[in-house]
Nanobody
Framework: QVHLVESGGGSVQAGKSLKLSCAAS????????MGWYRQAPGKEREIISS???????WYTDSVKGRFTISQDTFKNEVYLQMNSLNIEDAAVYFC???????????????????WGQGTQVTVFS
């Protein structure tokens, strides 16, 4: 059974940092990649970062240079270090995973099929 559990959200002043964590239990599935989405009030959920099992990182333009994704493949955890937070970063952040029955089914670009419940990030001025 698959579970993704986020932690680390909270309320922070603009310009400060937060680090999100996601602990994944994947049953017997293979992990192709993991990522982070966010959804602000009144907006659609957007992907902001991903990392493949081999460690290839991707970021959306709005967070490049400020956010860093990392992973611990032994612990099945993924992290998002968020620096220089601004008001526009306030959202619910969701962990996502691309899990397949066999590793050879993994594609170069992740196709996320599992999500966590989300953790709230609030940024105040």
């Amino acid at each position: 059974q698959v579970h993704l559990v986020e932690s680390g959200g909270g309320s922070v002043q603009a310009g400060k940092s937060l680090k999100l964590s996601c602990a994944a239990s994947m049953g017997k599935l293979e992990r192709c990649g993991m990522g982070w989405y966010r959804q602000a009030p009144g907006k659609e959920r957007e992907i902001i970062s991903s990392i493949s099992f081999e460690g290839t990182e991707w970021y959306t333009d709005s967070v490049k240079g400020r956010f860093t994704i990392s992973q611990d493949t032994f612990k099945n955890e993924v992290y998002l270090q968020m620096n220089s937070l601004n008001i526009e970063d306030a959202a619910v952040y969701f962990c996502a995973a691309d899990l397949r029955a066999y590793w050879y089914l993994c594609d170069r670009d992740p196709a996320f099929n599992y999500w966590g419940q989300g953790t709230q990030v609030t940024v105040f001025s």
